[in-house]
């Protein structure tokens, strides 16, 4: 059995096919996973039912056979639904109220990956500080063997027509005008999931990488890496285009580029998206990540609502979502929850608002853009290797000690004109800083400056 340690992460299962995770391991983990989401649930076993998915890498077919044979060696009802973007096996678990779900994926890794995200009930994410320990210590304390006379059952689903029906209730079609778009699936699962809705909508499409093709042949499916947005930036110039959207493999994260071709930052995206929602919703509630830009809450509370800081991670997000009845939260690394979809994060659903958006206001995205630029100057996250992450945290609190200190996730230091967020990385030796000024963007590159001088040591 090859289930190596360092597969199971902060907020899911990951690694290197055959040499960190194989099928015996993918064996092991879902039998483990049944356990846990037994516990969870308070019932055996036997009486669970669990929406399974698989994205389009060349290992997926054989890793989810595994995953299924796994859980039904415990007795477990299994809900196959094939193929599938990310967000489709959420659907699939908040929709049929099933009690969890296993998606077969390593998101926007490269091809030689292979990993598992796991949610229970209500598409709440296992995270390592809640669930994925668990399936972890009973990897390796070893399972006793199931019982062969608890073997449960496979059901196939196709949740297409069901999955598109839901996600076209976020807007209204009939205002969305033809806008020339180019898309970038990235060879992932974005094509065959959102290809049908933008084609419903009558858009002038430029599709690219739209094939699902787990060779990866084209870029790797992550657009937070500079390397991999070179193209779509290219195309966008080159087609005169009104809004460029990129998918990260899995298809929950989704990525927008103004007309200029210009990358949208998650934080203002989510400012945009709030907007938008607050008119349809008034007084709602929104999250955002503590590393968000302050145009995030300015925005939040110049439309009539009310914006809560949140910690980084999905599992965090959902959960305090459901806590506050929040009808939308959204990341700066591309992760946006919405409250009518299951509290989940969906790469569908903010490509079709910000549609709406652009066609109701008859703006272009820039124009959009163009008062948080003028206004919030941000630095971007800043990875910096460090030998000792707890003394750097400690000389950050003791020279910024005159600032408002929080510390929801890692530290935050607020002043009236300027502010940063430090946190250290669940699984490498990095602090990631993010620091905005609302002077100019000189003042914020010589903030940056002086805190990456003192995190550098």
């Known amino acids: 059995m090859t289930a190596s340690p360092e597969i199971f992460k902060a907020y899911d299962v990951r690694g290197l096919h055959g040499e960190q995770l194989d099928g015996d391991g993918a064996e092991q983990v879902a039998r483990a996973f049944a356990r846990t989401l037994a516990e969870l649930a308070g019932k055996p076993p036997a009486q669970l039912r669990v929406g399974l998915g698989r994205d389009m890498r060349l290992t997926a077919p054989e890793m989810a056979a595994r995953y299924r044979d796994g859980m039904t060696a415990e007795g477990v009802t299994v809900l196959d639904a094939g193929q599938v973007a990310t967000e489709m096996l959420y659907f699939l678990v908040g929709s049929r109220d099933l009690d969890g779900g296993l998606m077969c994926t390593a998101s926007h890794n490269p091809k030689d990956y292979t990993g598992a995200k796991l949610v229970r009930e209500g598409a709440i994410a296992l995270s390592g500080e809640a669930g994925i320990a668990d399936v972890q210590a009973k990897v390796e304390a070893g399972l006793d063997a199931p019982d062969p006379a608890a073997r449960g059952t496979v059901e196939e689903v196709d949740l297409s027509a069901e999955f598109q029906e839901a996600a076209l209730g976020f807007i209204d079609p009939e205002r969305v005008r033809s806008l020339r778009v180019v898309v970038d699936g990235g060879n992932g699962m974005a094509g065959p999931m959102i290809g049908p809705l933008l084609e419903r909508l009558g858009l002038d499409l430029i599709t690219t990488y739209w094939e699902p093709d787990g060779e990866l042949p084209d870029h790797e499916p992550n657009p937070l890496l500079e390397e991999n947005r070179r193209f779509i930036i290219d195309k966008v110039h080159e087609t005169g285009a009104d809004l460029g959207i990129a998918w990260d493999g899995d298809a929950d994260r989704c990525f927008f580029f ?91 659903v903010p490509a079709l ?17 163009e008062t948080y630029h003028s206004r919030y100057f941000i630095s ?19 020279r910024y000690a005159d600032g408002r200190i929080t510390e ?50």
């Open 408 to 457: 929801m996730d890692g530290l935050s230091v607020d002043y009236d004109d300027w502010h940063f967020n430090v946190r250290p990385s669940n699984t490498e030796p990095l602090l990631r800083l993010t620091l905005e000024s609302l002077v100019s963007p000189e003042d914020m590159e010589r903030r940056r400056d002086e805190v990456l001088g003192i995190i550098r040591g």
């Open 380 to 398: 971007g996250e800043i990875n910096s290797e460090v030998a000792d992450a707890e003394a750097r945290m400690d000389e950050l609190r003791e």
């Open 258 to 348: 103004d007309d200029t071709g210009a990358f949208v930052d998650g934080d203002f995206l989510t400012a945009v998206l709030a907007e938008h929602l607050l008119a349809k919703n008034p007084g709602a509630a929104i999250l955002y990540d503590v590393r968000a830009s302050r145009a995030v809450a300015d925005t939040v509370h110049a439309a009539g609502g009310t914006a809560h800081a949140n910690r980084v991670g999905h599992a965090f997000f959902k959960t305090r979502m459901r806590d506050e009845g929040a009808i939308f939260g959204g990341e700066v690394s591309g992760h946006y929850y919405f409250r009518d979809f299951y509290n989940a994060d969906s790469g569908t």
């Open 353 to 369: 608002l910000i549609l709406e958006k652009l066609s109701v206001e008859g703006k272009r995205m820039s124009e959009l853009l």
